[in-house]
T-cell receptor, first 111, second 111 residues
């Protein structure tokens, strides 16, 4: 058990609506990440956080924002969802020894 | 941007055969991690290699980190149907804030 909970696990939403995905960790690790996984592209980093209110962009950050107001929670927001954001989203945390563990994923479909 | 080339992309073999998956880059990584992912689940960490030239064994799986910390390999001896899955390599940059993934190797082991 990596101590990561993602919610919701599955969501269908309409184009143009805002969507927020939540990642919750139980162990107070400093680094948290959001990735998306798509066929033909593998896992790509969207945003990451290195502490409360400290975030930075990853490889595919356009159309996404993040917030981290508490150590244990890292939120990913799609301000206005588009069909290209249909994907599987994974949260990850970095533990001791620079080892990174992943959550179980959130399946998002934008129709 | 650091890139990781993973090969082969697909591999279908018979039970009992040996196989090797390669992960190559022109960049140096502080560590390299191997994951296995089942359909509908998040990547599960198999091993982390940190030191150039390091070899780690996990039952029938042998992981090696290149001397220059730019490449890695995963060797499976006497593959079993239970080894079927998506294998992912990922390199952590020297700053420790970004994990870059290879494209993955989809392995099928037939009984």
């Amino acid at each position: 058990d990596a101590g990561i909970t993602q919610s919701p696990r599955h969501k269908v939403t309409e184009t143009g609506t805002p969507v927020t995905l939540r990642c919750h960790q139980t162990e107070n690790h400093r680094y948290m990440y959001w990735y998306r996984q798509d066929p033909g592209h593998g896992l790509r980093l969207i945003h990451y956080s290195y502490g409360v209110k400290d975030t930075d962009k990853g490889e595919v950050s356009d159309g996404y924002s993040v917030s981290r107001s508490k150590t244990e929670d890292f939120l990913l927001t799609l301000e206005s969802a588009t069909s290209s954001q249909t994907s599987v989203y994974f949260c990850a945390i970095r533990k001791a020894g620079n080892t990174i563990y992943f959550g179980e994923g959130s399946w998002l479909t934008v129709v | 941007t650091q890139l990781l080339e993973q090969s082969p992309q697909f591999l279908s073999i018979q039970e009992g055969e040996n196989l090797t998956v390669y992960c190559n880059s022109s960049s140096v990584f502080s560590s390299l991690q191997w994951y296995r992912q089942e359909p509908g689940e998040g990547p599960v960490l198999l091993v982390t290699v940190v030191t150039g030239g390091e070899v780690k064994k996990l039952k029938r799986l042998t992981f090696q980190f290149g001397d220059a910390r730019k490449d890695s390999s995963l060797h499976i001896t006497a593959a079993q149907p239970g080894d079927t899955g998506l294998y992912l390599c990922a390199g952590l940059n020297n700053a420790g804030n970004m994990l870059t993934f290879g494209g993955g190797t989809r392995l099928m082991v037939k009984p």
